[in-house]
């Protein structure tokens, strides 16, 4: 087995026993996400839509002496999203971290975009990262009384133009965030945290 490539942020085994989803896996920044916690020492388990991308990510993790698994899945069907939590549970026995990284938009003027579009980059963005949080939280970390979710998004609050749909599913995003970490901060037992 290769040797462990380390983080150059981080001490190399501060997320060692973590097990890490990571969605949008498989290019820009997931893929960057990916190898910064595997460097840590956490197992990344990583979703998309294009497995033959995802592959190369683990690759590039195993190559460095990481831990790694993908499945191709798409955020927004929830079935999907239910049972890829439950197969990272039954094989690797717990989840520790969520980062809702994957999303799309339509680049180009508000005028421009119809319904359709605006509906499509709300759905992934927004109501594909509430179903990866949901199936996260009811069934491992809300269970286990610990658990972190990371959630990427653009800056909001001053508006992006040519970015109308993203910076509301965005938004939305964020407000969603704060508001599930004053319901279910309750539930977290500060004692095993990790």
Known sequence: MPERKLSKLFQPD????????????????????????SAMGATVI???????????TVEMIQANGGVADAVAL????EETVYGFIDYVLERHGRLDVL???AGGQFVGPAEDVSAKGFRAVVELNMIGTWMMTHAAATKAFIPQQSGRVISITV??????????????ARAGVENM????SLEWGRH???EREP
């Open 14 to 37: 501060v997320l060692d026993g973590i097990v890490a989803i990571v969605s949008g896996f498989g290019t820009g920044l997931g893929r960057a996400i990916a190898l910064e916690l």
């Open 46 to 56: 990583g979703c998309g839509r294009r497995q033959e991308l995802l592959d190369q």
């Open 74 to 77: 798409d955020i927004r069907d």
């Open 99 to 101: 980062v809702n990284n």
């Open 155 to 168: 800056a909001p609050h001053n508006g992006t133009q040519g970015a109308i749909a993203t910076g509301a």
């Open 177 to 180: 965030m704060r508001t599930l």
């Open 188 to 190: 977290t037992d500060r």
